[in-house]
């Protein structure tokens, strides 16, 4: 499986973004978005579950991200309200490797890393 993240762009403080992460076949895990921002560690954003069921926010992005998935298209999109210059970053989406909980936020439990999505956030 193959993860290709997209909808990255610039966008005003206040503003939204919709990023998309699209899987090239069905997948029966988690999957995860993180972002990076320069000179900073990789940081958990969201996740959902393989059936849609339960999600799972960061503490930064709680209230403001909305995370989804539909399964008939191999997606999962990232909705970003409220956007604030701290919210810049490289957006990644990855899938939970099977031997990891639910729950979990560790980079380390995610794999297939897909090539992120540059999200500006200007002020």
């Known amino acids: 499986v193959q993860l290709q993240a997209s909808g990255g762009g610039l966008v005003r403080a206040g503003g939204s973004l919709r990023v998309s992460c699209a899987a090239s076949g069905r997948t029966f895990r988690a999957t995860g978005w993180f972002r990076q921002a320069p000179g900073k560690e990789r940081e958990f954003v969201a996740a959902?579950?393989?059936?849609?069921?339960?999600?799972d926010y960061g503490d930064s992005v709680k209230g403001r991200f909305t995370i989804s998935r539909d399964s008939a298209k191999n997606t999962v999109d990232l909705q970003m309200n409220s956007l604030e210059p701290e919210d810049t970053a490289v957006y990644y989406c990855?899938?939970?490797?099977?031997?990891?909980?639910?729950?979990?936020?560790?980079?380390?439990?995610?794999?297939?890393w897909g090539r992120g999505t540059l999200v500006t956030v200007s002020s």
């Open positions: 959902v579950h393989w059936n849609g069921g339960r999600t």
């Open positions: 990855a899938l939970k490797r099977p031997d990891a909980i639910w729950g979990t936020r560790f980079s380390t439990d995610f794999g297939f």
